[in-house]
C-alpha cells in the first residue's frame, strides 16, 4: 500500500481467562500479529497508553469493567482503533446497544472458527489500514494545499509588487515624456538607417512647420536641410566636429545650434542624438 504497509500489525487481547488468552494467541501465532495482551479493562488502557493499536479483541464478561464499558471507553479515547468482541452467544443482549453505538465492528462468538476469526481480522486490519493511508493522504494534500495556498499569496503580493513597480515606470516614463516635449530645445534621434525615431515638439516644429506634423518615422534625408544632412554625416564618418555644436541657418531669422551625440550610452539604442538649441526668431 503505502509507508503503512511498513508498519507493523499491533493486536490487543482482553480476556480475564488466561487460557482464552493463550488460545488465541496460538490461533494467531503464524499471521505475523505483534500481540499485546490484558487480563482486565484497566490493563488494557493501559497498554493502549503505551501502544499503537490497530486492532482490540476483548471478552464481556470481566471483574470490575465489562467489555462493553471498555470498548466504549476505547471508541473515546482511540476512535480509529477497530474494536472486536468475542463472547458466548447469551452476552448477544447485553451488547446490543454498544452494537447500535458503533463501539465494536464485529461480534464473534465463543467457542470460535479459528479460520473464520483469523479472516475477520485480517479483514478490519485491511479495513484499519486504509482508515489509516486515507488519513496521511488526507494530511498530506492539505499540507499540499497549504503550500499551494501560501505560494498563491507570495505570487499574488509579487504581482502586485511588479505591478506597482511598472505603473511607478509607466508614471515615470511619462513625466519624461512630458519634459522631453516641453523641452526649449529641439532634440531628435536618428537611427543607423537614418530614420526619425525620436523628436519633441520644437524638433517638429522647426522642420515641420505644419501644425500637428511629426518627424517620428520620417527620413532624415526627406525633412533636413542639407547643411543639416551634411553636419550628420561629417558625424557619422567620424570627422571633426566642433564640441560645442555648429551653428546653422535654417531660413531667413531663424538659427540654430547643433550639438550631436552618439545614442547607446545608457540604452542598446544605435545612432546620432541631435540637440538642436534655437539661437533667434524673427
Known sequence: MS???????????????????NAL???L?????????????????????????????SDQRMPHMTGVEFLRKVKM???????????????????????????????LTKPWNNDL?????????QHYEMEQENLR?????????????????????????????????INLLQISQEIFEHLPIGIMGIDEQ?????????????FCPAQGACLLGSMAGDILPEALLQLLQAY??????QPDGSVLTLQVGVSIQVVMSTMGGSSQSKGVIMVLSPLKRS
Open 3 to 21: 509507508e503503512l504497509s511498513q508498519i507493523p500489525r499491533t493486536l490487543l487481547l482482553v480476556d480475564d481467562e488466561t487460557n482464552i488468552i
Open 25 to 27: 494467541k496460538r490461533a
Open 29 to 57: 501465532r503464524g499471521d505475523g500479529y505483534i500481540i499485546l495482551t490484558a487480563n482486565s479493562g484497566e490493563e488494557g488502557l493501559a497498554l493502549l497508553v503505551q501502544h499503537e493499536v490497530g486492532i482490540i479483541i
Open 77 to 107: 479515547l482511540y476512535p480509529k482503533t477497530l474494536r472486536i468482541v468475542l463472547s458466548g452467544y447469551t452476552e448477544l443482549e447485553s451488547i446490543t446497544n454498544i452494537i447500535n453505538e458503533g463501539a465494536i465492528c464485529k461480534f
Open 117 to 125: 476469526l483469523r479472516d475477520n481480522i485480517r479483514e478490519a486490519f
Open 137 to 169: 493522504l488526507s494530511k498530506a494534500l492539505q499540507t499540499a494545499n497549504d503550500k499551494l495556498s501560501l505560494l498563491n499569496q507570495n505570487l499574488e503580493q509579487k504581482v502586485a509588487d511588479k505591478t506597482r513597480e511598472i505603473m511607478h515606470s
Open 194 to 206: 537614418n530614420m526619425i525615431v525620436a523628436s519633441n515638439r520644437l524638433a517638429d516644429a522647426l
Open 236 to 241: 557619422c564618418s567620424g570627422q571633426s566636429v
